[in-house]
């Protein structure tokens, strides 16, 4: 089956730098996610993106918050100055356009922000 | 704002018993999935509910939905170890982004 791809699987950084996560789509897929979920806590939605553009996001999206698909086939987070809250599991998804189809989830990135 | 309920957050079954977890949410929706999180991993896609009425079965598990409710089951027969995982419910919203509920973290004993 295919899947969505993310690395790293986990990522440490110091408070303040800038980190990159990166998600591969499923290929034929069109609409892409971005979302969080802190330990222990529930999944949460952070941006959509279609057709090269932002659809949606949330107010957890701020202006630190990032995405891009530079290539056709990356999509990648940019979180510009992360703070100690950012710590969180990041999972990537994808769907196709037709009804009912699944929304993918990438096997995460695990950022820990000290 | 759509808001998901799940209840309970917390279930301990014995092996061989039933029981069925609940997801409410408060605005229309024709779309709501459930997925299966175990420690320390990805959300695995179990089921996608469309319409009133749909119920789907794997294995030990089946959904169903009610729109008009605004509620869907997750009906666990006969539980077994491997079971244990915490299992969250999504709706749909109509931007395409999913919502979810606060998951059940389910522990099958033996």
């Known amino acids: 089956e295919p899947e969505v791809t993310q690395t790293p699987s986990h990522q440490v950084t110091q408070m303040g730098q800038e980190v990159i996560l990166r998600c591969v789509p499923i290929?034929?897929?069109?609409?892409f996610y971005w979302y969080r979920q802190i330990l222990g806590q529930k999944v949460e939605f952070l941006v959509s993106f279609y057709n090269n553009e932002i659809s949606e996001k949330s107010e957890i999206f701020d202006d630190q918050f990032s995405v891009e698909r530079p290539d056709g086939s990356n999509f990648t987070l940019k979180i510009r100055s992360t703070k100690l809250e950012d710590s969180a599991m990041y999972f990537c998804a994808s769907r196709g356009d037709r009804r009912g189809e699944k929304l993918f989830f990438g096997s995460g990135t695990q950022l820990s922000v000290l | 704002e759509l808001k998901v309920e799940q209840n309970p957050l917390f279930l301990s079954m014995q092996e061989g018993k039933n029981y069925t977890i609940y997801c409410n949410y408060s605005?229309?929706?024709?779309?709501l999935y459930w997925y299966r999180q175990d420690p320390g991993k990805s959300l695995e896609s179990l089921f996608v509910l469309l319409s009133n009425g749909a119920v789907k079965q794997e294995g030990r598990l089946m959904a169903s939905l009610d729109t008009k409710a605004r509620l869907s089951t997750l009906h666990i027969t006969a539980a077994v170890h491997d079971l244990s995982a915490t299992y969250f419910c999504a709706v749909q919203r109509s931007q395409g982004n999913l919502i979810f509920g606060k998951g059940t973290k389910l522990s099958v004993k033996p």
């Open positions: 605005t229309t929706s024709d779309r």
């Open positions: 290929s034929n897929h069109l609409y």
